[in-house]
Nanobody, 123 residues
Framework: HVQLVESGGGSVEAGGSLKHSCATSGITVNGYSMAWFRQAPGKEREGIAVIYAGDPSRPSYAEPVKGRFTISRDNAKNTLFLQMSSLRSDDTAMYYC????????????????WGQGTQVTVS
C-alpha cells in the first residue's frame, strides 16, 4: 500500500522560504521518479519539479520556479523534499507530491500516487 504524506506548508511573506516534505511508504524514493505539483484556485494542476530515479542529480523544473525551488530526496528517510525560496504571491497554491510516472512528467495524468496536499500562502 503506497502512501505519500506531506508536511511543511504554511503562510509566509513574499521573499521568504518554506520547505515541504513528502514522507513515503510502500515504495522507495530512490526506486521511482517523484515530482511536485501545485494547483492555484481556479487553475489547473501544474508540474513544477521532478527528480528522476535513474539520474537524481539532474532534476527538471518548470520555468516559473527555476532557480528558486529545489527538489531533493533523502533515501535513508524515504522522504522527498521541496525547498522553496524567494517566494512570490503567485506561488500561492496547494502543493502535492506525486510518485510513479508513465508519460510526460509535468502532466498530472502521468502520475499514479499523490499526497494529500498542503497549502502555501504567500502575502
Amino acid at each position: 500500500h503506497v502512501q505519500l504524506v506531506e508536511s511543511g506548508g504554511g503562510s509566509v511573506e513574499a521573499g521568504g522560504s518554506l520547505k515541504h516534505s513528502c514522507a513515503t511508504s510502500g515504495i522507495t524514493v530512490n526506486g521511482y521518479s517523484m515530482a511536485w505539483f501545485r494547483q492555484a484556485p481556479g487553475k489547473e494542476r501544474e508540474g513544477i519539479a521532478v527528480i528522476y530515479a535513474g539520474d537524481p542529480s539532474r532534476p527538471s523544473y518548470a520555468e516559473p520556479v527555476k532557480g528558486r525551488f529545489t527538489i531533493s530526496r533523502d533515501n535513508a528517510k524515504n522522504t522527498l523534499f521541496l525547498q522553496m525560496s524567494s517566494l512570490r504571491s503567485d506561488d500561492t497554491a496547494m502543493y502535492y507530491c506525486a510518485a510513479i510516472a508513465s508519460g510526460v512528467w509535468n502532466e498530472p495524468q502521468s502520475w499514479r500516487y499523490w499526497g494529500q496536499g498542503t497549502q502555501v500562502t504567500v502575502s
